[in-house]
């Protein structure tokens, strides 16, 4: 089929000229007024217009600007075909959106040269964008997304194919306008997408919103809808491009997953409760085992009756811990193990806490240091409860791994940048000071690999210390979360065959007042 020209020339003469240069590579269609002209472009959708200047009525240049102004037909390229030999005429011709400009007489050779050079340009530039839509549509159609553009002046809405597809319409024609659209809303987000619509108009850009639809089954579907705004050349909002895609499944799956985690949450609880019951009920027999036990100890002269005596002790005091390390848990859990802000001394409360286990070191011939800083205050204001269970936990833990030499326990001033592995809590300000204490031992050592593996629920260094040593490898896990509650960091260095050393900060206030009573530190 051969490419369509629309001759538009009051003259008679130069319309049969160019109908003879062009004929024979062309379909030759024309008019002889401007207006004649408009409406042969817009019925005929021509390949190229061939456009005169001088003419009665509506002049060449009110036509190309019509036909550029006309988004039906603001794509057809236009040559000025003119005795107007001036270089402003050429000029405001370019300027109106023409592509090329002519002047008469015409050489046969060069109108048809220019012609067909336009005509290819422009079937060129059409395979370019026909390609581009084909894979725009193939990938939105690969990613089910739809497209729309909303004419705000007209309220024409126009859709591709994956918008109808979403909305269970015709492919052809989805929706004429935004109003017919908006009759596909669920009933409870109508309003609410119109208004948005209305903010989106007024400079509220880009557009983003989540609806539900209705499809012709009845069946509820829910979309995500993004758009963007287009000004016109007033700066006006002309049009609206966006998108839709169905999200009803990951919506359905958020829905699940949230109430899997309530259901989880519920039987944690539950789960938690029956065991905070259960130990401490576990607590009456155990202090009845533990208190007779004793006494029957203390009273008892043979040998081996109190051998059997000290082993029902032992194993009633080892099931004692067990079970307060689970109470303790369950507790830190559930976030019921609160700071409690004390008023202290620390190098009294920490002679109190190391003597807890000076007997059972000395039971194993071990010798047990404590080292407090002279620089730290005499007064401290913080969680001391927390304090106490962390530093039991470690010494404690020292104690029953270390079989030979003893432990240091100390406590020191620092800078909080200046300690541990990373971000360590509160730095020091005017009325804060950072604490690191350590717990130092003799012991076997960890390998380097499970330096963070101890911290883990029911571990210990490795299966051969779990048969030597009882316990449920809770204390270390216990300690790190109470210090994480204190804003502080727990961390650990070993040596094999050296021993290991166990770290952590925690900030305290320092007191106003009365007992404002702090030594020099310095950092």
Request: charged share 25%; with cysteine; net charge negative.
């Amino acid at each position: 089929m051969k490419p369509i020209v629309v001759i538009i020339d009051d003259s008679p003469s130069n319309i049969t000229l160019l109908r003879a240069y062009l004929g024979q590579d062309f379909a030759v269609r024309f008019a002889t007024d401007g207006e004649a002209g408009i409406a042969v472009v817009r019925k005929e959708k021509p390949d190229l217009v061939l456009l005169d200047i001088n003419m009665p009525g509506l002049d060449g240049y009110e036509v190309c600007g019509r036909l550029k102004g006309d988004p039906e037909t603001r794509d057809i390229p236009v040559i000025f075909v003119t005795a107007q030999n001036e270089v402003a005429d050429e000029a405001q011709g370019l300027a109106l959106g023409a592509v090329d400009y002519i002047t008469k007489p015409v050489t046969p050779a060069i109108v048809r040269a220019r012609a067909k050079v336009h005509v290819e340009l422009k079937r060129f530039r059409e395979q370019k964008v026909q390609e581009l839509a084909d894979r725009l549509s193939l990938a939105t159609k690969a990613a089910g997304i739809g497209v729309w553009d909303y004419d705000i002046a007209s309220g024409r809405l126009i859709c591709n194919a994956e918008m109808a597809r979403l909305y269970a319409t015709a492919p052809d024609a989805p929706f004429q306008d935004f109003a017919e659209w908006l009759t596909r809303i669920h009933p409870d987000d109508a309003a609410r997408v119109d208004a948005e619509r209305r903010r989106l108009l007024a400079g509220e850009s880009p557009y983003k919103s989540e609806f539900r639809i209705l499809l012709p089954t009845g069946e509820i579907r829910t979309m995500k809808g993004m758009g963007t705004v287009f000004a016109d050349d007033g700066g006006r909002p002309a049009r609206v491009l966006g998108t839709n895609w169905d999200i009803t499944e990951q919506r359905q799956l958020i829905t699940d997953l949230e109430a899997a985690r309530a259901e989880a949450e519920a039987a944690s609880e539950a789960k938690g409760r029956f065991i905070a019951v259960a130990t401490h009920e576990l607590r009456t027999p155990l202090n009845a085992i533990n208190g007779f036990g004793t006494m029957l100890l203390e009273t008892e002269d043979r040998p081996d009756r109190r051998k059997q005596l000290q082993f029902v002790c032992d194993a009633g005091s080892a099931l004692e811990a067990l079970t307060n390390d689970i109470l303790e848990y369950v507790r830190i859990e559930e976030d019921e193990t609160a700071a409690e802000v004390s008023l202290f001394n620390p190098s009294s409360e920490l002679a109190a806490i190391v003597g807890q286990f000076q007997a059972p070191a000395a039971d194993k011939g071990l010798a047990l240091a404590l080292a407090v800083d002279p620089d730290l205050p005499v007064k401290l204001l913080g969680p001391l409860n927390m304090v106490r269970l962390v530093l039991a936990r470690l010494i404690g833990n020292g104690v029953k791994f270390t079989g030979a030499g003893g432990l240091t326990v100390a406590a020191e001033a620092v800078a909080a940048e200046a300690v541990g592995p990373g971000a360590l809590g509160p730095g020091a300000g005017a009325n804060t000071v950072t604490v690191l204490f350590s717990v130092r031992d003799t012991g076997p050592g960890i390998r380097s690999e499970n330096l963070e593996k101890i911290f883990d629920l029911f571990e210990q260094e490795d299966s051969a210390a779990g048969r030597r040593f009882e316990g449920l490898g809770l204390g270390l896990t216990l300690a790190r979360r109470l210090v994480a509650q204190m804003g502080g960091t727990l961390w650990a260095e070993s040596e094999l065959g050296v021993g290991s050393s166990f770290f952590f900060t925690a900030a305290f206030d320092l007191p106003d007042g009365p007992d404002k009573d702090v030594a020099n530190f310095s950092r």
